[in-house]
């Protein structure tokens, strides 16, 4: 793999599946798993300002304003373990984003590899989102349909109690699908033209899936 291709967008609504693939994908490749949302998350519990304002923003679905979330990103990839590439996994999701991003790396004399748009359609993202448990204390994630854990309510690493991230709620679900369609989806047009566009079916079960990014990913 050469030094120009280790970074990687996934590109999806939520509910694609881009956490879990972003997951498998660092400890397959090495690579970091930089989440826009698990960092916002991690303010918000530690209660810093950047969490208390994004906490505003993330309870009614809407984005966090471009500038703090730019800000909070280019921060996250200056540090060492992004030195050897990054999966990004819900960053870039507006436009400015990813302008922001084209010319942090091309600053650090890098550049994008691929831009793997997951796609879903929208009725499997709500049931999905709705049926989908995260772990308080190490953050596993489990889908009461597709992929439970071994004991109801338990996680399957550490045995805490799972909980329900409160934006997985059928209201913000809804507006947050509308968000992505406003303001996200336009970005696979815009990484079309740039030429690193490549789709996969996220409504295969998730192993087919990974096949189809790892492939991508070696190739390279
Ligand atoms: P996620 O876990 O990626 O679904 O993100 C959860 C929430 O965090 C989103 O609904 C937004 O409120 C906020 N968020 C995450 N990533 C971004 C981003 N790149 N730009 C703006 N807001 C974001």
Redesign the pocket.
């Known amino acids: 793999m050469s030094d120009a291709s280790k970074y990687i967008i996934l590109l999806g609504a ?1 509910g694609a599946g881009k956490g879990t693939q972003a997951e498998i994908l660092r400890e397959r490749f090495g690579l970091a798993h930089v ?4 960092l ?1 998350r991690e303010n918000v519990a530690k209660q810093t300002p950047l969490g208390l304002l ?1 906490k505003t ?2 309870d009614k ?4 304003p471009d500038d703090v ?1 730019i800000k909070m990103v280019m921060e996250r990839i200056a540090r060492d373990d992004c030195a050897r590439g990054v999966i990004f996994d ?5 436009e400015a ?1 990813a302008r922001a991003l084209d010319a942090a790396l091309a600053q650090a004399n890098k550049k994008i590899g691929a831009v793997i748009y997951i796609r879903v359609p929208d009725a499997v993202l709500v049931e999905r989102l709705s049926a989908r448990w995260s772990c308080p204390t190490c953050g596993a994630v489990y889908n009461q349909l597709t992929s439970p854990p071994r004991v109801a309510g338990k996680c399957d690493k550490d045995g805490s109690a799972l909980t329900q991230r409160d ?1 997985d709620k059928p209201a913000t679900v809804r507006r ?1 699908l509308e968000v992505y369609h406003q303001q996200t989806a336009p970005l696979i047009a815009y990484y079309q033209r740039a030429g690193l566009l490549r789709e996969v079916n996220g409504e295969q079960p998730i192993e087919q899936v990974t096949l189809a990014l790892t492939h991508i990913t070696q190739a390279l």
Do not use: K
Request: no cysteine; glycine share 14%; charged share 25%.
């Open positions: 939520p989440s826009s949302g698990d916002f994004a923003y993330m679905g809407e984005l966090v979330t819900g960053f870039p999701r507006t984003q934006d947050r």
